[in-house]
């Protein structure tokens, strides 16, 4: 089975309390021209569960964003430098070379790049001339999952070799603020900036032995596909950039399909919920996160890691699951064989989940 070895997060330098972002929400929507709207629109931010979260840029440039083509440069510049610098700290971590890395997987959904920003990270750091790329760049909320599944998918074919998964997502870049809506006012309540990056290696590399520092162990994972769901959440390209999708439908799906969907998972390996002592979870928001509490009976130290990294980051896309195996880790309290389930719903709709055994 595949071995994680090392888990970094990138933390952008401007960080802003929730109370100052409300006040510049506040003045975006009264310059709207419906100022009266202004204080039932930001009666979610109290309850959002967010406390302080980060930026590439400073919040005067997130509220005043230039065009399409600025913005996505801005992306192209900020994620090749923070991309390398991550990676870089992560080979570090896992005592690897950056020679030694045979398949990159980068994931972002929140700009665009041809080629990917993996290639320019190979190119600064000496990857390669081996070396498999795979971009991964419309799962939104997922995308973290999806790249360690498909990095894990390579490394059992290639036991022997080793592995990079590389998130960034820069959504305060994406901010539209011609759009005052209420699905805008919303996700601008929520989202954050990060990044964060994993190596794994296969079950017969020299790193996967016993004896070495390593993390968890990737036991399976798998996809489930909700047909006639494709407006539920995404992007819709306008001419002004990605303007948000967020319909509100997706509370009350995920509530009706949650159980469904992890008893699914786990049924086939022969496990029940119970058998499951550290939930990875992606928190989509407050609400998405008490519909897992209530609908798999999860208790507050089940999603105290969840919690933390919404309230301290916000969610962070592709990134968030990541860093909430982070924050699990980080709390040094992980029994070995412990078993845990990263979840993550995203567009198309779908549900992506991966099982890991603790080291």
């Known amino acids: 089975m595949p071995t994680l070895l090392a888990v970094e997060r990138y933390l952008p330098p401007f960080r802003y309390d929730q109370e100052i972002v409300t006040g510049w929400v506040r003045r975006w929507i009264e310059a709207s021209g419906d100022p009266a709207s202004a204080n039932r629109l930001l009666s979610v931010y109290a309850a959002a569960g967010v406390k302080t979260r980060a930026s590439v840029v400073p919040i005067e440039e997130v509220f005043h964003p230039g065009d399409f083509e600025t913005q996505n440069d801005r992306y192209r510049s900020i994620a090749r430098s923070a991309g390398t610098e991550l990676a870089r700290r992560t080979l570090e971590v896992a005592s690897l070379r950056p020679a030694d890395i045979d398949l990159i997987v980068s994931v972002s959904c929140t700009g665009f790049m041809i080629p990917a920003v993996d290639a320019y990270v190979a190119d600064a750091l000496g990857l390669g001339p081996r070396l498999t790329r795979l971009p991964i760049t419309e799962?939104?909320?997922?995308?973290?999952?999806?790249?360690?599944?498909?990095?894990?998918?390579?490394?059992?074919?290639?036991?022997?070799?080793?592995?990079?998964?590389?998130?960034?997502?820069?959504?305060?870049?994406?901010?539209?603020?011609?759009?005052?809506?209420?699905?805008?006012?919303?996700?601008?309540?929520?989202?954050?900036?990060?990044?964060?990056?994993?190596?794994?290696?296969?079950?017969?590399?020299?790193?996967?032995?016993?004896?070495?520092?390593?993390?968890?162990?990737?036991?399976?994972?798998d996809s489930i596909f909700f047909r006639a769901t494709t407006h539920l959440m995404g992007f819709h390209l306008r001419n002004q950039g990605l303007q948000i999708i967020l319909d509100r439908?997706?509370?009350?799906?995920?509530?009706?399909?949650?159980?469904?969907?992890?008893?699914?998972?786990?049924?086939?390996?022969?496990?029940?919920?119970?058998?499951?002592?550290?939930?990875?979870?992606?928190?989509?928001?407050?609400?998405?996160?008490?519909?897992?509490?209530?609908?798999?009976?999860?208790?507050?130290?089940?999603?105290?890691?969840?919690?933390?990294?919404?309230s301290e980051h916000g969610n962070m896309s592709s990134v968030t699951v990541l860093f909430v195996l982070d924050e699990i880790l980080r709390r040094g309290n992980v029994r070995a064989g412990e078993r845990g389930v990263l979840g993550a719903f995203g567009p198309g709709f779908g549900a992506e989940f991966a099982l890991l055994e603790f080291l």
């Open 249 to 310: 439908a997706l509370a009350p799906f995920v509530r009706r399909e949650v159980v469904g969907a992890v008893e699914g998972f786990l049924r086939p390996r022969q496990l029940a919920r119970e058998d499951v002592t550290r939930w990875v979870l992606h928190p989509g928001g407050r609400r998405i996160i008490e519909v897992m509490a209530e609908k798999l009976g999860l208790s507050d130290s089940d999603l105290a890691p969840t919690e933390a990294v919404l």
């Open 139 to 221: 799962s939104g909320c997922a995308g973290g999952v999806v790249g360690l599944a498909r990095a894990a998918d390579y490394l059992l074919a290639h036991p022997e070799r080793a592995a990079l998964v590389l998130a960034l997502e820069f959504s305060s870049l994406t901010f539209q603020r011609w759009d005052v809506s209420a699905t805008n006012v919303v996700s601008t309540a929520i989202f954050g900036d990060g990044g964060a990056a994993v190596v794994m290696v296969g079950a017969k590399h020299p790193r996967a032995l016993a004896g070495s520092p390593r993390l968890a162990r990737l036991v399976d994972a």
